[in-house]
């Protein structure tokens, strides 16, 4: 059972345009949801987090957008650039003594010149 | 980023072989972690350690096991090697990060085909 929604699975953005990422969830459990960023060659990487007492927050050109209600979030990547191209994982993870991360399946993220 | 480890980065091996992936990390971190990545299916978690005498099954542990040495390292063994478990595996380790929640760190990855 897929716990973390993740859509679209590629996406083709030209420079200095939107990037968009959407993820959906089912366990209400879930308290926190971090974004990952994978370069070709490289292990992925913390990029940005949050938790569901905020809608939203941003760091630089990259923005989480979280609806409690829909249970969805997403990200937003501003003036994309190719630097950006990377494969992105949403996850969620619930607190307690077991903090296991659920990935999404991941979005390749191609920012042509 | 050195603090996660991985060796061998790529292995060629043949059905039935007994394979071993070694993780070490510097960070000083309790847990780690053995995630293996496929395309299309994203990271899915085989083993989990939150201490050197803990050991967790994670979603798709069948076909293999893990030792934990030490704090430092962390390994993963494939028992008889079948084709279908050639992917991209990665190790990681975590502390508590941004918003006092679990940050995993991960390593460069090892890519074993197996033939």
């Known amino acids: 059972q897929q716990q973390v929604k993740q859509s679209p699975q590629s996406l083709i953005v030209q420079k200095g345009g939107i990037s968009i990422i959407n993820c959906a969830y089912e366990n209400t459990a879930f308290d926190y949801f971090p974004w990952y960023q994978q370069f070709p060659g490289k292990g992925p990487a913390l990029l940005i987090a949050?938790?569901?007492?905020?809608s939203e927050k941003k760091e630089g050109r990259f923005t989480i957008s979280f609806n409690k209600s829909a249970k969805q979030f997403s990200l937003h990547i501003m003036d994309s650039q190719p630097g950006d191209s990377a494969t992105y994982f949403c996850a969620a993870s619930t607190q307690g003594g077991s903090e296991k991360l659920v990935f999404g399946k991941g979005t390749k993220l191609t920012v042509n010149p | 980023d050195a603090d996660v480890t991985q060796t061998p980065r790529n292995r060629i091996t043949k059905t039935g072989k007994r394979i071993m992936l070694e993780c070490s990390q510097t960070?000083?971190?309790?847990?780690m972690y053995w995630y293996r990545q496929d395309p299309g299916l994203g990271l899915r978690l085989i083993y989990y350690?939150?201490?050197?005498?803990?050991?967790n099954k994670g979603e798709i542990s069948d076909g293999y096991s893990v030792s934990r040495q030490a704090q430092a390292k962390f390994s993963l063994s494939l028992e008889s090697a079948i084709p279908n478990q050639t992917a991209l595996y990665f190790c990681?380790?975590?502390?508590?990060?941004?918003?006092?929640?679990?940050?995993?760190?991960f390593g460069p990855g090892t890519r074993l085909t197996v033939l």
């Open positions: 350690s939150f201490d050197v005498k803990d050991i």
């Open positions: 960070k000083g971190h309790d847990r």
């Open positions: 949050i938790r569901p007492d905020v």
């Open positions: 990681a380790t975590s502390d508590l990060g941004t918003l006092q929640r679990d940050t995993q760190y």
